[in-house]
């Protein structure tokens, strides 16, 4: 469409810049993960290489370091970020992002952004982001943080939260944790903002982590037995995740899962649940580790996209897919080993999901203990005495961790056992007796895992 005589052309976002521009407006307005739909835009629109990248790049660092963003909006502003246009709002996140935190020119920065404002909607609004901008430009991010962060001295939780671009209520959480190695806090939190490195799990039995290694030009994994760092490119391009031979597993789960198989228990008999199997990972591990000593694996899941993919992560091995809600799942009690790994708040991947610190709200926690609660009584209820159940969250959040378990065993007739030796050779668990990983020490999720011994109360 030409524009009338005496009105600009305005020229369009790059397709970089479009497709980051395209997702933050889709996780605002239709609750969409970052995570997910990029990859899907990237590949429709035939971005590649530096595009791809830099759009990667935008689309994510803005997204996780929202909260940083917002406060440097408005103090430039000067009005809060809540009462700008949310597409101005996704605009200038997009180009405050490209001046604090990457090396884009500054001119290119505003002036693609300014453009793009003009287009969306007048050139009052374009002016308006056009000052922004400007005022953003004008000093670099530790000048702006300096100013706008709360003062360490008097709220070391809230100066870190804001440094780091975190919720200070996760930041608290952190903390809380953390307890006496409070002082881990800053590299906690900074953890959260490292891309991760990609795990693959070699399935037992059938290929090495050595093997694997050499075939995808990896390295073998510090504590897992099966885990392998690839060091970049597409894992879902390798032929040994294509046939079955690996899976794509943070090395965390990994450990969860061998855990529950190295808990010391009389007469295994070999019959195993994993209450919460979707999407199948860890229930692959346990159903591979179990093959020599013959147990066979029963995976509960409600969900039926997660009961595919269970069944598509466990082909060809000995699983029996349940679909029905863990809680009530109709099940014959009495089996040897139970892993209940909780539907949680996720706050121990938050570097997997760039937004999820900012969807995640302390509102969300209650009903989530509550299920988790009623889980693990589900999977205590359906392990024998003398059987061992495994609960593990990808969080840790207290609520969600210690909480639980001490409900347990207060409730039901279970003792815990020291977790940590089920880790071996993982340093640096805590004080025991359950286990938390972290990110920053572990390079791993932040997985946290209790083993409790079913007595016969």
């Known amino acids: 469409m030409t524009p009338p005589k005496g009105r600009p052309r305005r020229k369009q976002l790059d397709p970089a810049r479009r497709a980051a521009f395209d997702v933050l407006r889709a996780v605002r307005e239709r609750d969409a993960y970052p995570n997910l739909l990029l990859p899907v835009l990237l590949r429709e629109r035939h971005i590649h290489g530096r595009d791809a990248a830099f759009a990667t790049e935008l689309t994510y ?3 996780r370091i929202r909260g940083l963003l917002d406060a440097v909006i408005g103090s430039a502003a000067n009005r809060s970020p809540e009462t700008i246009d949310p597409v101005l709002l996704d605009l200038l996140r997009l180009g405050a992002y490209q001046l604090l935190r990457t090396r884009v020119d500054a001119h290119a920065a505003v002036s693609t952004t300014v453009e793009q404002a003009a287009i969306e909607f007048d050139s009052a609004r374009a002016g308006f982001v056009n000052g922004v901008l400007r005022t953003i430009s004008t000093r670099d991010v530790q000048s702006w943080v300096d ?5 360490r001295s008097a ?3 809230g100066h870190a939260a804001f440094v780091h671009a975190h919720p200070r209520w996760i930041a608290q959480a952190f903390a809380d944790t953390l307890g006496a190695a409070a002082g881990e ?9 490292e891309r991760p490195q990609v795990h693959l799990a070699a399935r037992p039995g059938v290929l090495t982590a050595e093997e694997l290694a050499a075939a995808v030009g990896g390295a073998v994994g510090r504590y897992s037995p099966y885990a392998v760092y690839l060091p970049s490119g597409d894992p879902a391009q390798l032929p040994a995740v294509r046939d079955g031979q690996a899976l794509v597993q943070d090395e965390g789960s990994q450990l969860v899962a061998r855990a529950l198989t190295l808990a010391p228990i009389a007469e295994d008999s070999g019959r195993w649940l994993d209450l919460c199997a979707g999407p199948g990972g860890k229930t692959a591990l346990l159903a591979a580790l179990g093959v020599e000593s013959g147990a066979r694996v029963t995976a509960v899941e409600p969900f039926e996209h997660r009961a595919d993919l269970v069944a598509e992560n466990t082909a060809g091995l000995p699983v029996e897919i349940v679909r029905a809600d863990g809680r009530q799942s109709g099940l014959e009690p009495g089996f040897d080993r139970v892993l209940v790994d909780a539907p949680c708040t996720g706050l121990g991947a938050l570097r997997r999901r760039p937004d999820s610190r900012w969807r995640r709200q302390p509102a969300d926690i209650p009903a989530l203990t509550r299920l988790q ?9 359906l392990t024998r005495p003398g059987g061992v159940t495994l609960y593990a969250t990808c969080s840790p959040h207290l609520a969600e961790t210690v909480g639980v378990v001490a409900d347990a065993l207060r409730r039901h007739p279970v003792s815990a056992l020291d977790t940590r ?13 359950y286990v938390q990983l972290w990110p920053h020490r572990h390079g791993t999720d932040a997985m946290f895992a209790a083993a409790l011994l079913k007595t016969d109360g």
């Open 155 to 157: 709220d070391p939780i």
């Open 421 to 433: 030796p089920l880790f071996d050779p993982v340093p640096n668990l805590g004080d025991g007796p």
């Open 373 to 381: 609660r009623e889980l693990l009584a589900a999977a205590i209820a």
């Open 61 to 63: 660092g803005s997204s």
């Open 185 to 193: 806090l800053d590299a906690a939190l900074a953890g959260d903002d």
């Open 147 to 151: 100013e706008l962060a709360p003062a």
